[in-house]
């Protein structure tokens, strides 16, 4: 079956990982935690591993555990200016406005957080629906939020492709029954098909599409 919908992640997938954005994200995920438990902050990975294998997500695990605040959490994680890392690259925009699928936004991220990246990419208006972190909790790789996502847009995980640079997002994908495609700048695909930038998508879909006519070129 043809792709019709593109389900695309949003951090370091529609930037790259290099901007350092997720990384800043992270420590300020682990400075939360060192305040909320009076803990030194090189203890704070080690619960975050616990959390993250025992509930999927470390928020889901902060608040089903301890009862931490869904708006403490993300006020205080998320309050970064995309614009102090990520460099304007129109390339983005004009690749998915030249896309005819749909489009949408698959990110385990909050959605204030999402609005300002896509913002600053301008590339809000690209999509028809945006899947953000809410007080569900239902987050990749749950089967929860694919089938939240699905239900919402109306379309079949046949009809599908994930675009994700987490392993275990497009793994969930994969079991859903999607199509999947790693970006990573450094072209780990561990598995997976595996472009370095999203402006290489078209071309990995006119492959898709026609296999082995160009791939030579690839
Ligand atoms: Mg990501």
Redesign the pocket.
Known sequence: MDISVIWF?????LYPASSGLLDAIDVRINEFIATTFAMPIEQTPALRKTLYEEYGATLLGLHKKYNTSYEDYVTYVYALDPADYIKPDPSVRDTLMSLPQRKIIFSNSNADHVARVCGHLNIADCFSYKFCLDRDFAVKPDPRAYKKVANAVGCTFGESLLV???DRNLAGGKRMGMRTLKVDEMLEGNGYDCIGHIKELPRYLAEMNNPGASSEVS
């Open positions: 992640d949003l951090d370091n997938t994700d640079d987490v």
